[in-house]
């Protein structure tokens, strides 16, 4: 992944946190905050299981799409919840090196 493309997603996570108390007429993002956590992670979830459905039956470009709606829709839950880009970015860092068998079995 290059540098620009890591920037895309802070700079959606951004554009994400700067809706919060915009206009709801002119903001898709603030009509979602307007619904409440509750609702954005409810949304998060619907996008979810189309990118799953996407990949089960190999709908390439569908996934693709998908994925992205998720990747927003995760950006709105997270905000809804006050929870930032860098915490997540922090914990998969404390992961980084350690295997995923090693993860498990900590938890
Ligand atoms: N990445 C997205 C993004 N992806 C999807 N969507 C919106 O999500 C909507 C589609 O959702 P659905 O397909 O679920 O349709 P729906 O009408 O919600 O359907 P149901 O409620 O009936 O299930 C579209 O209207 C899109 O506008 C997004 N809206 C905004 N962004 C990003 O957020 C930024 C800020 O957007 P605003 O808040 O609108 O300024 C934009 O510049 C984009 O970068």
Known sequence: MSTAQTDTLARLF??????KG?????????RLFDKGPQKCAEK??????????AAA????????????DVLYHMAVMLAARDVSLQ??????????GT??????ASR
């Open 44 to 53: 998060f979830g619907e996008e979810a299981i189309e990118a799953v459905v």
């Open 22 to 30: 915009a206009d709801p007429e002119t903001s898709w993002t603030a």
């Open 14 to 19: 951004a554009t994400v946190e700067s809706r």
């Open 87 to 96: 915490e997540v970015l922090t914990e998969l860092d404390r992961r980084h």
């Open 99 to 104: 295997s995923g068998i090693a993860e498990k």
């Open 57 to 68: 039956v190999n709908d390439r470009d569908n996934l693709v799409y998908e994925a992205a």
